[in-house]
């Protein structure tokens, strides 16, 4: 028998004060490192996944269909909050669907559940940021979608700036770098922004935030960081969560 190793274990268990669940587009390779780079040791992350490969209208909608299954089996694991990790998938059917997604959800998973449009907004209502510009990864039909959810739940979006890309393994290559250079090109000439709003949970992006705030001068939020900020709030976790940018500055609501 190895005792080392039975007793590293349960040291490991010990350890543990709080368990997200995280529930990704099946092609998604950037939400869970990005949660886990930014979340104490302490605080772990319990993946499940809904099967999307191209980011569109069509293939979004048919994935909605697993989010429920994908919640009830994270409540399996124990876990003290689930966020559904997907911008347009959760904004699709525009105000009110991703309020509804975060009741089915929860009800399914037993615990407090955020999607991410709706932890997008929660984190522009705490920064007070009412005219912003955004950028994404995405094709033009879904800009527009993403614009008008936001414009309907209160927000100015003087301008909005998207990549074409459709599949969501090419939106996974992008990196930080990417991000910032896109923000920076998008925003030139745009005057009295309160915000900028980099957007997909598929986009690594949450490492250029905190040197595109100092240029800017202005909060930069992410799909994931909003995220990663809301689900730690409604799971009610005790944890130092030193995120990148404004953001993490405020409490959640």
């Known amino acids: 028998m190895n005792t080392d190793t039975d007793a590293d274990a349960d040291a490991n268990t010990d350890d543990v004060r709080g368990r997200l669940g995280l529930i990704v587009p099946s092609s ?23 099967e999307l490969e191209s980011v569109t209208v069509d293939a979004l ?7 429920a299954r994908a919640a009830e089996l994270l409540g399996h694991a124990d876990v003290d909050a689930v966020a559904y990790a997907c911008t347009t998938g959760s904004l699709l059917h525009g105000p009110g669907f991703d309020a509804e ?3 089915r959800l929860q009800a399914a998973a037993g615990v407090p559940a955020v999607a991410t449009a709706r932890s997008v907004v929660r984190a522009l209502e705490a920064l007070d940021a009412e005219r912003i510009a955004v ?3 995405y094709t033009a039909d879904l800009d527009a979608k993403e614009r008008d959810f ?18 969501n393994t090419a939106i996974g290559a992008l990196d930080a770098d990417d ?10 000439g745009v005057d009295d922004l309160d915000a900028v709003f980099v957007s997909c949970t598929n986009y690594r992006s949450l490492a250029a935030v905190e040197a595109l705030e100092a240029k800017l001068g202005v909060p930069v939020i992410t799909s994931n960081g909003a995220t990663l900020w809301d689900v730690c ?3 009610g976790l005790e944890v130092d969560l030193d995120g990148p940018g404004a953001l993490f500055d405020r409490d959640r609501a």
């Open 101 to 103: 997604l975060e009741e």
């Open 28 to 50: 998604n390779t950037t939400a869970e490192p990005e949660f886990r780079h930014w979340l104490p040791d302490e605080i772990t992350v319990h993946g499940a996944r809904m």
């Open 135 to 137: 950028v994404t990864p």
């Open 150 to 167: 936001l414009e309907a739940s209160g927000v100015e979006v003087a301008s909005i700036d998207g990549w074409g890309l459709e599949a």
């Open 179 to 188: 991000a910032s250079q896109q923000v920076l090109d998008s925003v030139d």
């Open 61 to 67: 909608d048919a994935m909605s269909d697993d989010a």
């Open 233 to 235: 709030g409604v799971a």
